[in-house]
């Protein structure tokens, strides 16, 4: 039976709950332990008791407790609702839904509680749910908008647009006045209400609406959009014409606008003087236009592209514009506009020479031109589809000769080592720009970004230090965490895994899968807030944004990375698996021992480092320990790199990487060799039918194709009956009957001029015979002499003579290294 | 904050510790009061709510509202469910191999088998296959 509280006792709770909300968490413990003194089984005291608990970080008591409280107080909604609001703060949102469910049961008329199952219902996009409690929740505020507009957007969630566009009317009819124009909550409920209607597909209501209703829309910019694209959808050309070049007259930059204005004027897209000459008109119209003299470059050809380029790239040149190259890269796709780009800009620089001795010009600062030419030319000659690094060096030295102070010219300089693979020059130069500029943030995280990949960790978290927030607790690293940094994580990790520091690399991988939870998380602030303030249409593009999170290629990258190292720890199981060992080169047992005692004894340093640094400055923050973060108990990622199952650990990457990247062929790759691991073949073939579907002649592919059946023939008869029969009907991209190394030999004759397809044909040929290894090493050598092998590829080939322990290593090397005498991978160790 | 306290029932709980013979509608009220305490945890204010709003309106559009969203949501969720349900059998056995081969969940492997009649082979044929 539930005890009751006297007078006394019940303002005594309620000094409980205002602390609770005051976050006063002491005094609130100390008023419910004077309840508790007198009445020990008061459930709502313990619960609340519980409950600030839980703010204290105290989750496992506060969970005791709250069980507690529900045994003296099983039918009290507070209960159950505290029950609920610990679950969901440990998200475990499915069982605090449960416990809320519970506690409306109990009390159906509170608000509060049905707030609360409302809000989790939809982060976990239980719309059916969610459209039931946000009509309860409707039936108990009617009068306000914010609940009306709740349950269209519930609604439309769930799919159904019409019964949303309905809820919207409804409450619009219920109002006595018309609201005033500057009613900001209505003027976005209008354009949201215009966005059903559109959604639906009735255009002609859509229009008919933003020209009634959205006439006065306090979004002005939407409005002119979106009824330019409806005109145009509706074929009403002259009209959407005169709406596009209002557009075109606010903003003038917007590729969007032209591309609508054409379409709309019914421009063929094969007439192309017309289509230039609307460009024209506005270039002519706003002198500082950008987009008008380039958006043509896109659709001219032969003289007339040359002609306009040539205009464009004075233009730009003239001024010293450091982007003129970023502006035009994207036009290298065609190899006639890639020669004529630079024989443009070299001409400029000629007839520049020219005439700055004949008379010196251009507002006298011809230098500004001049160093942009040749920035614009090493820019050329580092990019991918034009790249001669010795010319692209060549240039930015002239540049810098001429601009010495240029944070650009050197950033770009520090690229073109990178791309000779010397990372530690890049790093070197990269640090030079920075110290031109040292309070430039940009070029401060290039330094930093080079800096890791020339594996100085240090120097690089030193460097990011310098634009972190110093009163951070946990230096730099905290901050970036806190920042979410996510490019430093994956840099960092990425040299974690290259110096072989396995726990550290996959600490930094799972921190960035940490920061997509948050992500996720953090939307469910929004399900609120966004009501609140009636943004809706920003909040339903969060929605589906939220839906795809895991879609970015931070994530994939990070994933992969992650994954990969776990298949390394697979396949050659460290002994202590801590940071310090596991690069492939110190597989000599003695060697690895040495590793390992010597990553034991710096571990320990560290460790010796961090209690000294622990044992002073903690005292002024003790204060405010309730807000200090938890501290971290694997800094290192020891725990993590000490996994005994690194196949079930990297299905926590996989399973979202192959969710929402399906068409990423490296994900549907690494799902292969992770599954192919763990034996599940189905799901192996999957993956691998999925890789081939998307290149089919790639050489992971290959490989996996014939290791697929390698597996298979070994492991035919473990596997289910049922499965095997549909694995043997899928698996069409081998015959049945074929012989591997025929099969193999033919891909490797197909490919033999692209080394990373033979590289690939050879692992295979070694794997299915043998025998043959010392002839497959030397031809892996050779892949080297290969006119188009790049030095990433040489790379891989390096790895792979390495993990075979090959003799033909230090030829590989040497040869390597003559071929690429600047970059740092392949010279001689000292 | 809350309302004060009724005074009648400030009378009947002022006995303290005696954990019986609760008066309901002191418990209830108590409740209440603590109902209302745990809602304001997180109080926004609401503005002016409605000022503008014709209560009379705003009762017909519920009314309209709730018949027409309340007989739309029960109509297609039967129909829904005589779509899933349309009683296929499945083999116990199947589903543990779909969760076994394909990691499924128990529930994502039924569902699976029976989009596919049942038919496991079928079913797993169709789950690796790729997506167009």
């Known amino acids: 039976m539930p005890q009751v509280l006297s007078t006394k006792e019940q303002s005594l709770f309620r000094t409980v709950v205002r602390n609770y909300e005051d976050k006063q968490y002491k005094k609130g413990v100390k008023a419910a332990d004077q309840i508790l003194r007198k009445n020990p089984k008061h459930g709502d005291t313990l619960a609340m008791k519980a409950l600030i608990m839980n703010s204290q970080g105290k989750t496992d008591e506060a969970f005791a407790l709250a069980k507690v409280a529900l045994q003296c107080d099983m039918k009290s909604h507070v209960c159950w609702h505290v029950y609920g609001l610990l679950y969901r703060a440990v998200k475990n949102f499915e069982e605090a839904i449960k416990a809320y469910k519970f506690a409306l049961r109990l009390e159906p008329d509170s608000a509060q509680i049905q707030r609360d199952l409302a809000l989790l219902q939809i982060q976990m996009r239980d719309y059916q749910g969610y459209i039931v409690s946000r009509r309860a929740m409707l039936t108990g505020r009617s009068g306000m908008r914010q609940s009306w507009t709740a349950l269209a957007v519930a609604h439309h969630l769930n799919g159904d647009l019409a019964e949303a566009e309905r809820v919207l009317t409804a409450y619009e009819d219920t109002l006595k006045n018309t609201p005033s124009k500057t009613d900001f909550e209505n003027s976005e409920a209008v354009m949201y209400k215009n966005s059903l209607i559109a959604e639906q597909g009735d255009i002609e209501r859509a229009l008919e609406h933003l020209e009634s209703a959205g006439k006065h829309n306090l979004d002005r910019l939407a409005v002119l959009e979106l009824r330019a694209t409806y005109l145009t959808q509706l074929g009403r050309k002259e009209e959407a014409a005169k709406a596009y070049s209002t557009l075109l007259d606010r903003n003038s930059e917007y590729k969007k606008y032209y591309d609508g204005l054409i379409e709309a004027m019914e421009v063929h897209l094969d007439d192309l003087k017309a289509r230039k000459a609307v460009y024209d008109g506005y270039a002519e119209k706003y002198p500082r236009c950008d987009a008008a003299r380039r958006l043509p470059l896109d659709f001219l050809h032969g003289d007339e592209f040359r002609d306009a380029a040539d205009k464009y790239i004075h233009r730009m040149l003239d001024k010293g514009v450091p982007s003129t190259f970023a502006n035009l890269k994207h036009l290298y796709s065609d190899s006639f506009k890639k020669e004529t780009l630079p024989s443009l800009v070299q001409q400029y620089i000629d007839s520049d020479k020219s005439s700055a001795n004949e008379e010196p010009k251009r507002n006298g600062d011809t230098s500004k031109g001049a160093s942009a030419a040749f920035y614009f030319l090493a820019q050329h000659y580092n990019y991918y589809l034009s790249r001669d690094l010795d010319k692209a060096m060549e240039y930015i030295e002239k540049a810098i000769e001429l601009e010495p102070e240029s944070v650009d010219f050197h950033m770009t300089k520090a690229r073109i080592w990178k791309h000779n693979g010397n990372t530690q020059k890049a790093s070197e130069i990269m640090e030079q720009a920075r110290s031109l500029d040292t309070r430039d943030r940009h070029i401060n995280t290039k330094a930093a970004k080079y800096q890791l990949r020339n594996d100085e960790s240090e120097a690089a978290i030193k460097t990011m230090g310098l634009f972190t927030r110093a009163e951070t607790v946990g230096g730099p690293l905290a901050d970036l965490h806190d920042m979410q940094c996510v490019w430093f994580l994956t840099e960092d990790g990425e040299s974690y895994v290259r110096q072989g520091k396995i726990g550290l690399a996959l600490k930094r991988f799972t921190s960035i899968y940490n920061i997509f939870d948050v992500w996720q998380e953090d939307q469910f602030d929004f399900h609120s807030f966004s009501l609140r303030k009636g943004q809706i249409r920003a909040y339903i593009e969060m929605m589906r944004w939220e839906d795809h999170l895991r879609e970015h290629p931070f994530y994939s990258r990070a994933a992969l990375s992650a994954i990969s190292v776990y298949i390394r720890m697979h396949d050659v199981p460290l002994l202590n698996g801590a940071n310090g060992v596991g690069h492939s080169d110190a597989d000599d047992a003695a060697e690895r021992k040495k590793a390992a005692k010597k990553a034991r004894k710096e571990a320990q340093k560290a460790e010796r480092e961090a209690a000294a640094k622990k044992a002073e400055p903690n005292k002024p923050t003790s204060q405010g320990s309730e807000d200090t973060k938890k501290k971290d108990d694997d800094p290192d990622g020891a725990k993590l790199a000490a996994t005994t199952e690194p196949m079930n650990d990297a299905m926590k990457f996989l399973t979202p990487l192959l969710q929402f990247s399906p068409k990423n062929i490296d994900a549907q790759i690494a799902g292969f060799e992770v599954y192919i691991r763990r034996r599940k073949y189905l799901l192996a073939l999957k993956c691998l039918l999925a890789a081939a579907a998307l290149d089919k002649e790639h050489s992971k592919v290959h490989e996996q194709t014939v290791r697929f059946k390698l597996a298979l023939d070994k492991d035919s008869e473990t596997l289910p009956p049922k499965s095997l029969e549909v694995i043997k009907s899928e698996f069409t991209l081998l015959a049945a009957s074929v012989d591997l190394t025929k099969f193999n030999d033919e891909y490797l004759a197909k490919y033999k001029d692209c080394a990373r397809r033979a590289l690939s044909a050879l692992k295979i040929r070694k794997l299915l015979n043998p025998e043959s290894s010392s002839k497959c090493e030397k031809d892996v050598a050779a892949v080297i002499s290969l006119p188009t092998t790049t030095v990433e590829e040489a790379t891989e080939a390096l790895d792979l003579l390495t993990s075979w322990k090959s003799s033909e290593i230090e030829g590989l090397r040497s040869k390597a290294a003559a071929k690429w005498p600047k970059a740092t991978i392949f010279a001689a160790k000292a | ?132």
């Not at chain 2, 809350?2 to 409740?31: H, L, M």
């Open chain 2, 1 to 132: 904050m809350a309302d004060p306290q009724p005074p009648n029932v400030v009378e009947g709980a002022t006995t303290g510790d005696i954990d019986e013979e609760v008066p309901i509608a002191a418990k209830s009220a108590e409740d209440r009061k603590a109902a209302a305490a745990l809602s304001t945890l997180d109080n926004r204010d609401d503005e002016s709510s409605g000022k503008d709003v014709d209560q009379e309106a705003v009762r017909k559009a519920m009314e309209r509202l709730g018949g027409a969203g309340a007989t739309n949501g029960v109509v297609t969720k039967k129909d829904e469910q005589k779509v899933v349900k349309k009683a296929i059998k499945v083999d116990p056995a199947d589903v543990t191999l779909l969760v076994e081969e394909l990691e499924l969940t128990k529930i994502k492997a039924t569902d699976l088998l029976k989009a596919h009649e049942g038919d496991v082979e079928k079913a797993l044929r169709a789950y690796i296959a790729p997506a167009a």
